[in-house]
């Protein structure tokens, strides 16, 4: 089992930044890719970023098109920690934001294919 924790979420004006960070612990080892998805009110959740830990990983990363240039996804894997920093914020970035893990040694952008989920933190960025 894996445990993921969210924290970081809040309330941002348009053009601001936030960080997230997703905190897992158990067993991590299990589990090579870590993402970030994101669902507004009735709306799907969709995919906005994805890395791999070291070891399963040259450092790529992977992002929505809707956030390339505004958002990057890191890691610190002492900490087993993964974080989502965010810039440029727009009122469309307005969701819950979601860690996610995964066995797949690729990143997978559908929310289904990921195993393990954390409870969520709010961001809400106002116009």
């Known amino acids: 089992q894996v445990q993921l924790v969210e924290s970081g979420g809040g309330l941002v004006q348009a053009g601001g930044s936030l960080r997230l960070s997703c905190a897992a612990s158990g067993r991590t080892s299990s589990v090579p890719s870590m993402g970030w998805f994101r669902q507004a009110p009735g709306k799907e959740r969709e995919f906005v970023a994805a890395?791999?830990?070291?070891?399963?990983?040259?450092?790529?990363?992977y992002y929505a098109d809707s956030v390339k240039g505004r958002f990057t996804i890191s890691r610190d894997d002492a900490k087993k920690t993964v974080y989502l920093q965010m810039n440029n914020l727009k009122p469309d970035d307005t969701a819950v934001y979601y860690c996610a893990a995964d066995g797949r040694i690729m990143p997978a952008t559908t929310a289904q294919l990921y195993a393990y989920w954390g409870l969520g933190t709010q961001v809400t960025v106002s116009s």
């Open positions: 890395i791999r830990w070291r070891g399963w990983s040259s450092g790529d990363t």
